[in-house]
């Protein structure tokens, strides 16, 4: 079973930075999940799945990872570019498209 070590991201429906220096680590199924005949739900016999590790350091994680004999890989996210914008944007006399509500 392998673990992801990743940065996880903002959601979009967050305007915050908090918990964003964070690393992850995750495990990753090596068995397919079981579909419940009955209700329809995905299943899986590995609770390890389950679990989202945080570390303060990429270090951290892989030394984690290393002393527990995890097998992983690390992934990278790109770095997002923010544009600012203030709000008097929005009623710019040579905006290109008409601002509604």
Request: proline share 7%; charged share 30%.
């Amino acid at each position: 079973m392998f673990a992801k070590i990743y940065k996880p991201e903002a959601s979009a429906m967050t305007s915050g930075r908090a918990n964003l220096d964070m690393w992850c680590l995750e495990y990753q199924s090596a068995q397919p999940s079981i579909i419940d005949p009955l209700t329809g739900n995905a299943r899986n016999v590995d609770t390890r799945e389950q679990l989202e590790l945080r570390f303060d350091s990429l270090e951290d994680a892989v030394a984690y990872a290393k002393a527990n004999g995890i097998p992983h890989r690390i992934v990278d996210r790109p770095k997002s570019k923010r544009i600012p914008r203030s709000y008097s944007e929005n009623f710019d006399y040579d905006r290109k498209l008409p601002w509604t509500h």
